[in-house]
């Protein structure tokens, strides 16, 4: 039987290799071409260029991961203790505008629900897990679907924010693509 503790190193490195994923896509590695091999100086431009996605993506992880890493801890807490804290002093701690809380908290409320779920469920490895707490393809996706609709709501939110910054609409929509696709894959690879 696993513990607690270990289950939720699961589900966190789950969710770390599903934020990899979509950081694979928005920081598209560049291509070597051949005038890299004929012209150096070019090799050392496509060498400097490929640490500098390496670093963005390593900075898109953490920063993707903060949400999930407080949801963890509220959904940790409320298995442990059988008592759900209150997510609103999570959102206001966030420091959000009231603009955003309201999503924030939505998305939050139902990555703890998903947390919950998965670390109350048997099993030793994040494909048991997800088939013990929800049984079938359809109440897996049921979940899934929930997740991509609040992170939707929440990007939807903060979309007029970031209107000053070149290439987030993009950026958004690609993640919210991944985060789709990823979770459609996720269902068909457990649920066959």
């Known amino acids: 039987m696993t513990d607690l503790f270990e289950k939720k190193e699961i589900i966190l490195d789950n969710e770390k290799a599903f934020a990899n994923a979509i950081g694979t896509v928005i920081f598209e590695r560049p291509k070597v071409t051949f005038w890299m091999i004929m012209l150096p100086i070019l090799l050392v431009y496509f ?28 959904a940790l807490e409320a298995v442990e203790t059988g008592k759900r804290r209150n997510e609103d002093e999570t959102v206001r701690q966030s420091g959000l505008k009231q603009a955003l809380a309201r999503p924030y908290g939505t998305w939050l409320r139902a990555l703890v629900d998903y947390y919950s779920d998965l670390l109350a469920a048997t099993g030793d490895s994040f494909e048991t897990l997800a088939r013990s707490a929800y049984r079938s393809r359809t109440d897996f996706l049921l979940i899934l679907n929930r997740l991509n609709t609040v992170e939707k709501d929440f990007y939807a939110a903060l979309k007029p924010h970031m209107a000053g910054a070149d290439g987030a609409a993009e950026i958004i ?6 985060s789709r696709n990823l979770r459609r894959s996720l269902a068909e690879r457990i649920f066959p």
């Open 47 to 74: 060498f400097f260029r490929l640490q500098k996605i390496k670093n963005g993506r390593l900075k898109f992880s953490q920063e993707f991961m903060v949400i999930r890493q407080k949801a963890m801890e509220l």
């Open 173 to 178: 929509t690609a993640i919210q693509e991944q």
